[in-house]
């Protein structure tokens, strides 16, 4: 497994998502990607999958610390001041004493950056969180955060895939040592109808999706982590550290992003950089 690194931590460059997995459903599928040899495991408050996550990390039998766990706090814990206490809740359900990244999951509209950060510094003097982060932050917002954090804001997870540029926010985490996880990695599927993408693919004997997820953990200090319940997919997913795509193939990939790529806009949004 590629490993990537940022203000000292270390990060699987690859993760295993949890959205929209449920129950029996996502522990089996958490347990069997462990086994597959995933060591990191995304999920947050918002899922309502956090039982369900840890008792698959507990049914695989690895070692805690050889995990790398993310959790996100969603925006009625910050507007209504229960942050601090929606982490226990959510350390709990995990059955563990600690997240290794802990994140602002939205820039919520009604809390200032200034409170959210806050927040989760808190959780992370407490020795709740290893490490903490953002989710879905503008450049600008990422600036903010780390002068706040005192630069210890370590991440920013963001929608990113082949149709949508987020260069303004990979260079705010380049100049802030930070590093950008990747969700919507594989663009809701639809990078396997992308002709380019297969042709590419052709060459390496991959399919879009491998290529995808090795052009997006090829780049510097970038993670990704798709989502999958089945078990052939999940497998397929982490087979993409044995090639290496040319120059000329991530210039093709780039090449790709489009002014309306990006899928995941709700009414709460920021006002996203222009390239992205």
């Known amino acids: 497994m590629k490993m990537i690194s940022a203000k000292g931590a270390s990060i699987p460059a690859l993760g295993f998502g949890t959205y929209k997995l449920m129950d029996e459903e996502c522990t089996k599928c958490v347990d069997f990607a462990i086994g597959a040899g995933y060591t990191h495991i995304d999920t947050a408050q918002i899922y309502e999958n956090e039982a369900a996550v840890g008792q698959g990390i507990k049914n695989s039998g690895i070692a805690r610390d050889k995990i790398f766990l993310t959790t996100k706090i969603w925006r009625n814990e910050f507007s209504g001041g229960t942050a601090a206490k929606s982490v226990d809740e959510s350390l709990k359900k995990l059955q563990t004493d600690y997240v290794d990244l802990l994140l602002v999951h939205w820039p919520f509209p009604e809390c200032s950056i200034e409170q959210m950060v806050e927040d989760v510094m808190k959780a992370q003097e407490a020795g709740k969180a290893r490490e903490i982060g953002v989710s879905n932050f503008t450049a600008a917002q990422m600036d903010v955060a780390t002068k706040i954090s005192n630069g210890k804001v370590v991440c920013n997870q963001v929608e990113y895939h082949p149709y949508i540029s987020q260069k303004p926010v990979l260079d705010a985490a380049k100049k802030a040592d930070m590093f950008v996880t990747a969700y919507c990695p594989i663009a809701r599927g639809n990078v396997f109808k992308d002709s380019k993408l ?18 997006l953990t090829q780049q510097d200090n970038v993670a990704a982590i798709p989502k999958s319940a089945t078990k052939e997919n999940i497998i397929t997913n982490l087979n993409i550290f044995d090639f290496k795509l040319s120059a000329d193939d991530m210039a093709a990939i780039h090449a790709l992003a489009k002014p309306d790529g990006r899928l995941i806009d709700p009414e709460f949004s920021p006002k996203w950089d222009m390239a992205a």
């Open 198 to 215: 297969k042709e590419i693919g052709l060459k390496y004997g991959k399919n879009a999706g491998q290529v995808t997820l090795r052009w």
